[in-house]
T-cell receptor, first 113, second 116 residues
Framework: EAQVTQNPRYLITVTGKKLTVTCSQNMNHEYMSWYRQDPGLGLRQIYYSMNVEVTDKGDVPEGYKVSRKEKRNFPLILESPSPNQTSLYFC????????????FGDGTRLSIL | GESVGLHLPTLSVQEGDNSIINCAYSNSASDYFIWYKQESGKGPQFIIDIRSNMDKRQGQRVTVLLNKTVKHLSLQIAATQPGDSAVYFCAENRRGRSGGGNKLTFGTGTQLKVEL
């Protein structure tokens, strides 16, 4: 089954404790992206990657890092999480062709205390 | 399940009626548009897309209309069913900084409630 898998689905942690949210896709997609979803603000792009070792900032990259060492994986790293990063996070992937829909994972709910 | 938004515009329809969800997009250079459905506790799910060289596209029970003159997009759902209850987002696709791939900009969404 074609899917985007995120882990963990839920995480409660404390300020300053480094965490990584993993994302993996099995569709051989070149393009991957991270979004955060907040009430009233909708989905906003954090970082994206057009292929292995190619990443770029989205609209709200501050406080986040990403890496793309393999085509299927695109982890999101919070080196020193803060409460304003409490949010619902989604990973998405698509073929490189820009006129293709992105496929989303089921989300990761992060709470930073 | 998680709430995907507070104070979302809400559309309430009776089961069996047709639903029309509207969206205004912001960038006249956007050339690809997508509608997504998001159910509680899940990620956005692709419904239908349309390119800017088209005015209308039909899928199974859904139709998307694009009016580039006024930068307006609509999603029509025929014979709305209880399983259609969800938040619906439109997204416009702008070229990323590196010149390729997809950079989606999402609307804030509309909550569709289907009443029995």
């Amino acid at each position: 089954e074609a899917q985007v898998t995120q882990n963990p689905r839920y995480l409660i942690t404390v300020t300053g404790k480094k965490l990584t949210v993993t994302c993996s896709q099995n569709m051989n997609h070149e393009y991957m992206s991270w979004y955060r979803q907040d009430p009233g603000l909708g989905l906003r792009q954090i970082y994206y990657s057009m292929n292995v070792e190619v990443t770029d900032k989205g609209d709200v990259p501050e406080g986040y890092k990403v890496s793309r060492k393999e085509k299927r994986n695109f982890p999101l790293i919070l080196e020193s999480p803060s409460p304003n990063q409490t949010s619902l996070y989604f990973c998405a992937s698509s073929p490189w062709d820009r006129n293709q829909p992105q496929h989303f994972g089921d989300g990761t709910r992060l709470s930073i205390l | 399940g998680e709430s995907v938004g507070l104070h979302l515009p809400t559309l309430s329809v009776q089961e069996g009626d047709n639903s029309i969800i509207n969206c205004a997009y912001s960038n006249s250079a956007s050339d690809y548009f997508i509608w997504y459905k998001q159910e509680s506790g899940k990620g956005p799910q692709f419904i239908i897309d349309i390119r800017s060289n088209m005015d209308k596209r039909q899928g199974q029970r859904v139709t998307v209309l694009l009016n580039k003159t006024v930068k307006h997009l609509s999603l029509q759902i025929a014979a709305t069913q209880p399983g259609d209850s969800a938040v619906y987002f439109c997204a416009e696709n702008r070229r990323g900084r590196s010149g390729g791939g997809n950079k989606l900009t999402f609307g804030t969404g509309t909550q569709l409630k289907v009443e029995l």
